[in-house]
């Protein structure tokens, strides 16, 4: 089934090239890098996820930029590359804190951090493997960032005077 998969990711490649369509043609790419690395193919994975993350960058999708930051910092830590894996990881997590800049308001942004929780899994996965003696701080703050931070933002829009911020107070 897999091979039959990249077979269509391929055809759609050509197809969205074709059209000229590059957000299209970056999804694509990441899904063909994700099949690479499911077979092995350390490589192809990284060329084509490396691809997928330009063409989403110059496209300003840093949604799903980080997505694909997430998959190349996978792809890297199951290669034995840790340092790559953190750098990935280090350039998706400051594009997610620009995005989650950019989501109006608390309740959302606390959304958006839930669905990058398998995010913050891998940062503290990271830190675990890292070998250093400061990995067990390392992996407490990465699995606690994500809660923090909206933690921190549903704070800032409780007002000051409301019964939930002077219970937080006291």
Known sequence: ???EAE????????????QGDRRM?????????????ERGDTATARERLHQALDLRLRCRLNDVATDTLFALAVLEMNAGQAQAARNAAASALELME???????SATLR?????????????????AADSGQADAAEAGLLASEQGRGRALL????????TSPASARLLT
Do not use: I, N
């Open 110 to 126: 606390a959304a958006y951090y839930a669905r990058q929780r398998h995010f913050f899994d891998l940062l503290v996965e990271l």
């Open 98 to 104: 620009s995005v989650r800049k950019r989501v109006p």
């Open 25 to 37: 043609e970056a999804t694509a790419l990441h899904h063909l890098g994700e099949a690479a690395a």
């Open 1 to 3: 089934k897999l091979a």
């Open 153 to 160: 933002d549903m704070l800032v829009e409780v007002p000051a």
């Open 7 to 18: 077979q269509k990711l391929t055809e759609a490649l050509r197809l969205h090239r074709q």
